[in-house]
């Protein structure tokens, strides 16, 4: 790249991202099309297989990855596990382990080597809870008892993977990445254990003395936990993105004696640094990486992406839609197996990963990619309009009580 395309590109990530919600918000009188959408085709059209205007290099290659980790870390915080606890994870549990059974059967199918098949098997297994987070709290789901359901349905189907593909791509013995995984445990129980002990009276004054200068006490601390724990899951080999997601159940728990106002402004500022900045770089560079060229260059490869969109939502979708509580209407039935069957970050994951060990073909993955964005595209636009339609944004209310979401 050369010296004067880097800070073209430095300009054009963030107006690509202003450019979303603009985009999003002129169309929302005809039809809702989520803002990730729009950073995504963005990316996509100011990258180098379309315009050429942007280019990936180490630093906004850094920025992406920071991006993702905020992205996990805020699906981490969003999600009370006290809440979801019982009927919905086990639920989601049981859907995952059949995806699993369905999927590596059909890895086994189109992959003659066993390794490569259970890799196939896994991307279609995933989960993209970092993708319709954003989508859901924007529509108004979040705090109602489906919005329970599908964050439930999207953390196993997000971190379930994770563990498998730590377990199959460490290269180590089963009892060596048993003891990874162990120790990893213990790690996150100690953070735990850590967060839940009571506050000491000068962290919660200068807490509430910081919240509104320079010292940041609350934002610095939470921080401090992301990056704890992203080095911890990096340092025992295992994926950022695990890390990133426990480091916001933690977080969620440090600040669990917080009062509310000063939670609510603590969140406000996490998701800004979040949502206003660094996720949404993630998705314009995901859409700048995109290699397009490779999926428009072979007809065949081109006609695999609605195989494989179809398989997300045969695999991941369907068996998340019939172990749904028994109570749940059918329209809600669907919208669930449209949500579950939304993947993209995991889908990139592993698809790099195994074109650079040589198992996968660039085309192969291309079109993988190409199904899971989407997905990403279409299944949650879908899921809104099965629904009838958005409910009120959750801004809209603020003179209400937040209100947490409710267990099926």
């Known amino acids: 790249m050369s010296a004067a395309a880097q800070p073209l590109t430095l300009i054009l990530i963030p107006a690509a991202a202003v450019a979303a919600p603009l985009l999003a918000d002129r169309l929302l009188r005809w039809i809702a099309v989520p803002t990730v959408v729009f950073e995504i085709v963005l990316g996509v059209l100011i990258g180098p297989d379309v315009l050429g205007w942007a280019h990936v290099d180490g630093l906004v290659d850094a920025l992406s990855q920071f991006g993702l980790a905020m992205l996990m870390f805020l699906a981490g915080y969003e999600i009370d596990f006290a809440k979801l606890r019982g009927g919905p994870l086990k639920r989601a549990g049981t859907a995952w382990l059949v995806s699993v059974a369905v999927g590596l059967g059909v890895g086994a199918l189109v992959n003659r080597d ?20 954003p989508i859901l709290r ?7 008892p489906f919005g329970s359901l599908v964050m439930a349905t999207g953390a196993v189907g997000e971190f379930g993977p994770i563990i498998a593909i730590a377990a199959l791509l460490s290269g180590n013995s089963p009892a060596r990445t048993a003891v990874i995984l162990g120790a990893f445990a213990v790690i996150t129980a100690l953070a735990v254990f850590g967060a839940r002990r009571p506050r000491p009276t000068w962290a919660t004054r200068l807490i509430e003395r910081t919240l509104r200068t320079s010292g940041q006490f609350a934002i610095r601390a939470v921080i401090l936990v992301l990056a704890a724990m992203v080095a911890a899951a990096l340092w025992l080999d295992l994926d950022m993105l695990l890390g990133a997601f426990v480091a916001g159940i933690v977080s969620r728990l440090l600040l669990a004696g917080v009062r509310q106002a000063e939670e609510e402004v603590i969140e406000a500022k996490l998701e ?5 900045f660094l996720v949404p770089v ?11 060229d490779a999926l428009l260059d072979d007809p065949g490869t081109l ?3 609605p195989v494989f969109l179809l398989l997300f939502l045969a695999v991941r979708g369907l068996p998340a839609a019939l172990l749904a509580p028994a109570g749940l209407g059918l329209r809600d039935r669907a919208a669930l ?3 579950g069957a939304t993947a993209l970050p995991l889908v990139v994951v592993i698809t790099t990963i195994e074109v650079d060990a ?6 192969t993955a291309a079109a993988l990619v190409g199904a899971g964005m989407l997905s990403v595209l279409v ?8 629904r009838g339609g958005a409910r009120p944004p959750v801004a809209a209310d603020a003179d209400q009580p937040r209100v947490r979401a409710e267990s099926w």
């Open 337 to 339: 197996a449209l949500y």
């Open 303 to 305: 006609l695999l992406v």
């Open 358 to 363: 040589g198992h996968l073909p660039s085309s």
């Open 282 to 292: 993630f998705f314009v560079v995901s859409g700048m990486n995109f290699d397009l």
């Open 138 to 144: 924007d529509s108004g789901e979040l705090p109602t």
């Open 379 to 386: 299944f949650p636009l879908a899921a809104h309009r099965v």
């Open 272 to 276: 800004g640094i979040g949502f206003g």
């Open 114 to 133: 066993p390794l490569d098949g259970a890799f196939a098997g896994l991307v279609l297994t995933t989960t993209a809870l970092g993708t319709i987070l």
